[in-house]
């Protein structure tokens, strides 16, 4: 075979390969987008387990007439200019892929109208090029990306699907994780058509209300808040101090929800040192470190970091949690599920 360059089509599935696994993913990825834009309100509309439509609609700031086949276009990103950026990212989005690998494997539209344009447009990219057309549409301040069909030219990836039920229960899952991650954001979300969640916007990181939403009553109840450390290294968040109920377990690195090895891997000897080996911790942990202190581009769908000293930062977690964890002899369980 002579070398070529792949078109981009296939190169964009490629790269899809990486960061669109289910419909949970084209959700992630596109209200990380609309909460970057700064929106307030995004609305989830989900159909058939996200196999059928996935739309998400803001109020963010938008995307410009001009600049709507950038945003369609792989590399294309406002959100880093160079590698300086990159060493201390405050968005959660950086590497200008998504909406290129999303449009690559579905039917995608984009339709934007930021506040000062009097018109709004909607793009979406064709063909094995991904051409980009652009038309006029009708649409308030904001943005609303169409997601249909995913999938449909990638049959390898269909294959993978689980039925309406598993996938969206998914979504509903990555929901919650989103909820905690942004208090102020309203979040709405329906399914066939039907609003399954409905979040508020609440003032407070501490307000408790979205966290009795999200986690249940009895979570609430009786998880400990705490708060340590300083400006550059904290971490604060709930803890079921109880080491006996398998609970929600979340974790936060600078407002980016994790499944990072270290922050979970501390959480875990923190619970098993005051609590012993039995223990199921329950947790909505956010730690917040100097953006300097930690790489984000780990890995492509950015569920891990790389923290610079990794020690110091497992130690401080440990600390931090065992204060509120109790020995599992000084424990009555509490009645009824958690
Ligand atoms: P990234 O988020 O890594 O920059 P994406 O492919 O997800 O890459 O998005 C490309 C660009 O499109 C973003 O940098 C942003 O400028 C723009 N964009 C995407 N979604 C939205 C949105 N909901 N509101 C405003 N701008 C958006
Ligand atoms: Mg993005």
Redesign the pocket.
Known sequence: MSIEILPARLANQIAAGEVVERPASVVK?LVE??I??GATKIHIDIERGGHKLIRIR?N????AKDELTL?LSRH????LKSLDDLECISSL????????SISSVSRLTLS?KPAIQETAWQAFAEGRDMAVQVQPTAHPDG?T?EVKDLFFNTPARRKFLRTEKTEFSHIDELLKRIALSRFDIALTLTHNKKVVRQYRARESTHGVKRVAQVAGKEFEQFAAFIESGTDGLKLYGWVLPIGNTNSIQYSYVNGRMMRDKLVLHAIRQAFEEAAGEQALPGFVVYVEIDPRQVDVNVHPAKHEVRFHQARLVHDFIVQAIKQVVLPADLITPIEGEL
């Open positions: 990825e987008n609309s970057d834009a803001d963010g700031k938008g995307i945003a294309a990103t406002s959100k989005g950086f590497r200008g892929e998504a909406l290129a934007s943005t990306i």
